[in-house]
């Protein structure tokens, strides 16, 4: 093996006691990043465990019949307790739960089961926390005060959310695709924040193909 060793240069003294701390460096560093792997992954099992215990902690309260999922009237009261953007006991008017519905019921049972109740929650939060948006888009965009967006006036919403640059017929079919969640041709007021979230991840974001849920009323 003694041939060989004319391919390795001999580094100074100084150079291999370097070498040998900076070794020994390394594998403290490693030591420490392994360590801080190690924290991250527990964190990250208690806080599924604390996510899991919450949810079931939700379907021991709202799960009344003990069937194991929220069907729609236990929805109503699971999103009335949630909203506190209104008096205390105001339920959500039925085109607000079959939002909810169409978006996180994606067994398409006209129920929340356990493992959707996150995605429920969520939606109804987002909701919820752009509700003044949402206000102010209808009052400026809904011209004909019919309480939905029609193409046209979706249109108009995307031109300005586009800084004035008029946007393609072919990005308004887009958009109308991806957010009108009822199938009804039009955007309802609650279908207005997935419009304009849609619209400013498009290039990013696939168009799903239409599930055969229920419809809003």
Not at 116 to 136: F, H, M, P, R
Not at 192 to 213: D, Q, R
Request: glycine share 6%; charged share 30%; net charge negative.
């Amino acid at each position: 093996k003694l041939q060989f060793l004319y391919f390795i240069e001999i580094p100074p003294p100084q150079t291999m006691f370097a070498g040998r701390f900076g070794a020994v460096a390394a594998t403290r560093r490693g030591s420490r990043q392994g360590q801080k792997r190690h924290d991250a992954a527990r964190r990250a099992r208690l806080e599924r465990q604390r996510a899991e215990e919450t949810i079931d902690k939700i379907m021991a309260k709202y799960d009344t019949n003990g069937n194991g999922k929220l069907d729609r009237d236990q929805v109503v009261n699971l999103l009335t307790d949630l909203d506190h953007s209104t008096p205390p006991g105001t339920k959500p008017g039925e085109e607000e739960v079959s939002f909810v519905l169409q978006c996180a019921d994606k067994s398409r049972n006209n129920a929340i089961d356990k493992s959707e109740l996150i995605e429920a929650i969520a939606v109804w939060n987002s909701y919820i926390k752009e509700k003044d948006v949402i206000d102010q888009v209808m009052k400026k965009y809904d011209a004909n005060h019919t309480g939905s967006l029609c193409k046209e006036e979706v249109l108009n919403l995307l031109t300005e959310l586009n800084e004035g640059t008029p946007v393609s017929e072919d990005d308004v079919d887009k958009v109308m695709r991806y957010s009108d969640t009822c199938e009804t041709g039009d955007l309802k007021r609650v279908e207005v924040l997935l419009a304009i979230n849609y619209w400013y991840h498009m290039e990013e974001a696939e168009v799903p193909i239409k599930g055969s849920g229920g419809c809003c009323v």
